[in-house]
């Protein structure tokens, strides 16, 4: 009954969220500088022209106007119809998705690696020159930011040696049988791993310039953690039991550890979306950031509107779950 009372609660917390996103972006960008019916139109339009776009688009009305039509046009699933495309914002939206979700999952996995091998590493040859080395790749990572490692890697692997692809999602020769947008996830259940290894040619340096960073972050907490919990009983019980030292650190230490963490990598992973902003334009990655640029420079309103919702519920949807998981994982707070 906690638990349910518990999770009702997070879900009015999270409505009311929504809609504070939703009023202040509504609000800003239609504040800020910039006609967007201007941008439509020749140069030869007419005055008539633009009341008539204004009125076909809704922005003759007030703020307060157009935002009580959108929200009861949202609640009903239309988001609206893109300026710039003429196509249905949710459509668009949700056609994009996919990949960037591809990529903020191939970039998870990459840091979360990354960053438990620097951890363990470092907690394993502590209070040596090879922790003093984890923390100088750690200060690095943590740093430099990810568009610059975007740059380095497409001048290292995409020019110096042309090993990866450095733009694109996946390379138009190629056969797509694809039914749905989630390219690699299909090509790995068809089996059809030349469209794998060509998809991850092409992801593989947009996901390694966004986990970068992120394995940085995690490595460091995660070492701190580790560093507290291998000292602890139940670890020197276990060393007097004869096990090594890595299997106290990966078998005792680490499951106990790694809950600190799981909240840290489940908030940076909302992060790590919104990041794709500028690593997809770099990459001309085919994806939901790459999409958002379009939008501002074209003052496409709906279409921003949309994707900034979408990312308002991936990161409430995400601190959700791993409020939820950290509940279910933590025997203090399962049996509380």
Do not use: C
Request: no cysteine; hydrophobic share 55%; glycine share 6%.
């Amino acid at each position: 009954m906690l638990v349910l009372r518990s999770l009702i609660a997070r879900l009015v917390t999270t409505a009311v969220t929504l809609f504070g996103v939703a009023v202040i972006v509504f609000v800003v960008i239609r504040v800020v500088p910039g006609n967007p019916i201007a941008m439509m139109l020749p140069p030869g339009a007419t005055e008539a022209d633009i009341e008539r776009l204004k009125t076909l688009y809704g922005l003759d009305k007030s703020i307060a106007e157009q935002f009580a039509i959108w929200l009861a046009a949202v609640l009903h699933g239309d988001f609206g119809t893109s300026i710039s495309t003429r196509q249905p914002v949710l459509s668009l939206v949700l056609n994009r998705l996919p990949a960037t979700l591809e990529l903020s999952i191939l970039a998870l996995l990459i840091a979360v690696a990354l960053g438990l091998a620097l951890a363990v590493l470092g907690t394993r040859f502590r209070d040596r020159k090879t922790e003093a080395g984890v923390d100088i790749v750690n200060g690095i990572g943590l740093s430099v930011p990810d568009f610059l490692w975007g740059l380095l890697l497409i001048l290292l692997f995409g020019v110096l040696w042309p090993v990866f692809s450095i733009s694109g999602r996946v390379s138009p020769r190629l056969e797509l049988p694809f039914v749905s947008q989630f390219y690699l996830f299909e090509s790995l259940l068809r089996l059809r791993f030349d469209l794998t290894r060509d998809l991850l040619g092409h992801m593989i340096m947009p996901a390694l310039a966004l986990a970068l960073p992120l394995a940085a972050i995690i490595a460091q907490v995660l070492k701190q953690s580790l560093k507290e919990t291998v000292n602890l009983d139940y670890a020197v019980l276990a060393r007097t039991k004869g096990y090594k030292e890595t299997r106290v650190i990966l078998a005792e230490a680490l499951p106990n550890a790694v809950l600190p963490t799981l909240t840290l990598v489940g908030v940076q992973f909302t992060f790590l979306i919104g990041g794709t902003v500028i690593i997809e334009r770099l990459f001309s990655y085919e994806g939901l950031g790459n999409m958002a640029i379009d939008a501002v420079i074209n003052r496409d309103l709906p279409l921003i509107q949309g994707i900034v919702i979408l990312f308002a519920v991936i990161f409430t949807v995400v601190n959700l779950a791993v409020d939820m998981s950290y509940a279910l994982l933590n025997p203090k707070l399962r049996h509380a």
